[in-house]
């Protein structure tokens, strides 16, 4: 860190700058702090009344796309709220395919291989699924915030992020050391903590966002449930939720994914599984706001679907967790395949309720 240190010059400046602002003080003491203090409040009750219209504006807007929400009662909570708070992030937490303008010398296939590396790594070092997607939003949003960054700075983005991620996530998170060493080092330790400190000042702390996979367990679990059934206790099929995780991998991997909104994004892979009028009534979006994802998400669908199905990996030591920890398959090049049917345009429709699973 570089510390700025003011030369005499420039001090000489400041003193001279600071005894003219204090000189009005020294002739009226009382009547400056009389009438400082009523500006100032002139000032800021009209700041403050405008800020609250502000809130109450945007908090009216997330309401309206919030509702009804189709939470169960939620013995610890008010479901409304929880869900307009889970809505709001969509709105808070800010991801655009934009940020490829913003980088001039970088390519959506970049971003494709980091991100299917990442996955890899996930899978090697056992982490949760969830671990992998904040990773991904992570990264996606910082390069919202940066201009013009090289190409050899990705790989040191996209592992701090992940180191980010897992410290959020994992009771056990990998060691710093593991991610030097998973890098080949290539990087030191300083430059991920470097960076580290950089991400989560362009994030402003902002960890904890509804990630595409949180959405898609969401709406499986509510799709699952009987009347009687507690939300945080996992009541769907897990390897089906396998196959889901893994067309969303998928999807996640092209830069045109980010066109669209992480509840939208997972309600769209839910319909390739569920009818679509379970998805509607789980996810509380409408069919008009779900063909467009459905229309763009269809080559993925056919270039999963000729692997057959995922087989879940077998952890020994967490059956129980085994569907949340992230796997990895050639995702390289099952997205080539459908990006050449995306830009040939062969769009599939999702299958009829008969040949869902």
């Known amino acids: 860190m570089l510390l700025l240190v003011p030369s005499e010059k420039t001090k000489a400046a400041m003193t001279r700058q ?32 405008l800020q609250c219209e502000k809130n109450q504006l945007i908090l009216k807007g997330i309401v309206s796309l919030a509702r009804p929400s189709p939470l169960p009662p939620l013995g610890w909570g008010s479901s409304e709220d929880v869900w307009v708070k889970m809505v709001g992030k969509e709105q808070s937490y800010r991801h655009s395919e934009g940020f490829t ?10 971003r494709s291989i980091l991100l299917d590396w990442l996955i890899e790594v996930s899978g090697a070092y056992t982490l949760h699924r969830q671990t992998f997607y904040l990773a991904q939003d992570y990264f996606d949003r910082f390069m919202l915030t940066q201009n013009n ?10 592992i701090t992020c992940l180191f980010i991620a897992s410290k959020m996530e994992e009771a056990c998170p990998p060691k710093l050391s593991q991610m030097v060493h998973i890098t080949a080092w290539t990087y030191h330790d300083e ?22 996979v949180s959405w898609l367990k969401l ?7 009987n009347a009687n059934s507690d939300l945080l206790e996992p009541q769907f099929p897990r390897d089906l939720y396998v196959q889901m995780t893994r ?19 997972a309600a769209s892979v839910l319909c390739h599984f569920l009818q679509q009028e379970t998805v ?44 949340n920890i992230q796997t990895h398959t050639d995702y390289l090049t099952m997205l080539d395949d459908a990006s050449n049917k995306e830009v040939i345009g062969e769009f599939l429709t999702p299958p009829s309720s008969t040949e869902k699973q």
């Open 149 to 158: 960054v090289e190409k050899n700075m990705l790989q040191l983005i996209g």
């Open 247 to 265: 067309l969303l991998d998928l999807c996640i991997l092209s830069m045109n994914s980010l066109d669209f909104q992480y509840r939208v994004l």
């Open 101 to 110: 303008q913003k980088h001039p010398t970088l390519k959506p296939r970049m």
């Open 280 to 323: 509607e009534k789980v996810s509380g979006l409408s069919r008009d706001v779900l063909q467009p994802c459905l229309n763009w998400m269809a080559p993925f669908v056919e270039s999963v679907g000729r692997l057959g199905r995922a087989t879940p990996e077998d952890f020994a030591s967490m059956k129980e967790e085994r569907h």
């Open 18 to 49: 600071s005894g003219r602002l204090q000189k009005p003080s020294e002739n009226a003491p009382g009547q400056k702090s009389i009438v400082s203090k009523q500006i100032n409040r002139n000032k800021v009750q009209p700041l403050l009344k």
């Open 191 to 212: 430059e991920i903590l470097q960076m580290e400190l950089l991400v989560l000042k362009a994030l402003r702390w902002n960890l904890c966002p509804e990630t595409a």
């Open 219 to 225: 709406y499986f679990q509510l799709a699952s449930m």
